[in-house]
């Protein structure tokens, strides 16, 4: 294997892929991206077993061949070279790579890539494409409620329902719900329902971007999505998502609505405060205003307040301020709807987009500290 590259490419090439590679050393194989150069071409690709992403690259090629290279060693060293051409050429016989950018020189060891396992061939029994925009919309929304509950695997990921002309996603870790529903046209003949692993959630956020489309090819085993160049395939979550529908209030006593920057920063602040005595803070709407308080604790406490449009009684609760705050980042209206039935049930926002999607969010209460 003989090449050249831009260091620029190659680095960002290598920042998709490390994203799959495997952080414990049980198989030390797994800490290694895999790189192969066929006709001008260096594909790379890395995977944990549960995770796999595979990227290409243009480069100009004088021989072919293949190796796996210590992941986190190999993109530090691309990381601090110049911005300029890298030359690479591998002994087989040791399976190391020999880098020269200007006046530097390294050679890595690596790994046989004959050992390095294969990614998954998805065998689709369902073929869509949706708007990368939205895809990514969606993801923001109900990767926040994942479980971190490796004792309740279903929670530790997204229900991902597809129909001809409806896309849903939902996730719990039963404090709190992420529930978004948008008018996509799929054209797909049967429905699908699998669960898609937290972390394929996030790294599908974090690798999207607002232009183009993706492909997503589902089976009973996997999913993989196409987009921008890359292959991400991930494993499904093997069990049963929980009646969700049973938890979503159908009514409410009280609506009222908030300008979301001047809630964000109010929540933010008295979050100062009550992020040191279990994160609680209390929310009260009363005849046009509402007032968001802490505990009053050993950190001490915090008072805000901001004028809303109130519609039924009086209401106060009491949540966590880190599940409000979290779904305030990923709101894009200027304004923010809630609805309420009295302290003992959850606190639900709704929110639509202009082509009809909903999303609902509910955030359980929870009993206050005690001063």
């Not at 959850?346 to 955030?363: M, N, Q, R, S, T």
Request: aromatic share 6%.
């Amino acid at each position: 294997m003989k090449f050249s590259i831009e260091q620029k490419d190659l680095y960002k090439a290598l920042n998709i892929v490390r994203r799959a590679v495997a952080k414990n050393k049980t198989l030390p194989i797994l800490t290694g991206i895999y790189l192969k150069v066929e006709k001008n071409t260096l594909s790379l690709k890395a995977t944990d077993l549960e995770l796999g992403i595979k990227y290409s690259v243009k480069v100009d090629s004088e021989e072919e061949g293949a190796v796996v290279l210590p992941a986190m060693q190999f993109i530090n060293i691309i990381r601090e070279l110049p911005s300029e051409k890298i030359k690479m050429e591998l002994n087989k016989d040791k399976w190391q790579l020999k880098i020269n950018c200007l006046n530097s020189l390294f050679k890595i060891n690596g790994f046989d890539p004959d050992e390095f396992p294969s990614l998954p061939e998805v065998e689709a029994s369902a073929e869509f494409n949706l708007p990368a925009a939205k895809f990514k919309s969606m993801l923001e929304k109900v990767r926040i409620s994942t479980s971190k509950d490796e004792t309740q695997p279903a929670l530790t990921g997204a229900l991902f329902v597809v129909k001809s002309e409806e896309v849903r996603m939902v996730s719990t870790n039963t404090y709190r719900l992420s529930y978004i529903d948008s008018p996509l046209k799929t054209d797909i003949d049967q429905k699908i329902e699998v669960i898609l692993p937290g972390s394929t959630l996030d790294e599908l956020n974090n690798l999207l971007e607002d232009e183009g489309s993706v492909e997503i090819l589902v089976d009973s085993n996997y999913a993989r999505f196409e987009f921008a160049g890359i292959e991400l395939i991930s494993r499904l979550i093997e069990g049963k998502f929980p009646n969700y529908e049973l938890v979503i209030p159908d009514e409410f006593n009280s609506k009222f609505s908030a300008d979301l920057s001047k809630l964000h920063g109010a929540v933010k602040r008295a979050s100062l405060i009550a992020k040191e005595d279990a994160n609680i803070i209390s929310i009260s709407a009363d005849e046009g205003i509402m007032e968001i308080n802490s505990t009053e604790g050993s950190a001490g406490y915090a008072h805000e307040e901001l004028a809303i449009e109130l519609s039924g009684p009086d209401q106060k609760i009491n949540i966590d301020a880190g599940y409000l705050i979290d779904v305030l980042k990923v709101l894009a209206n200027e304004e923010i709807n809630i609805e309420m039935i009295g302290p003992l049930n959850p606190l639900v926002i709704k929110d639509e987009d202009e082509a009809g999607g909903k999303f609902i969010y509910l955030i359980m209460p929870v009993r206050a500290q005690a001063s």
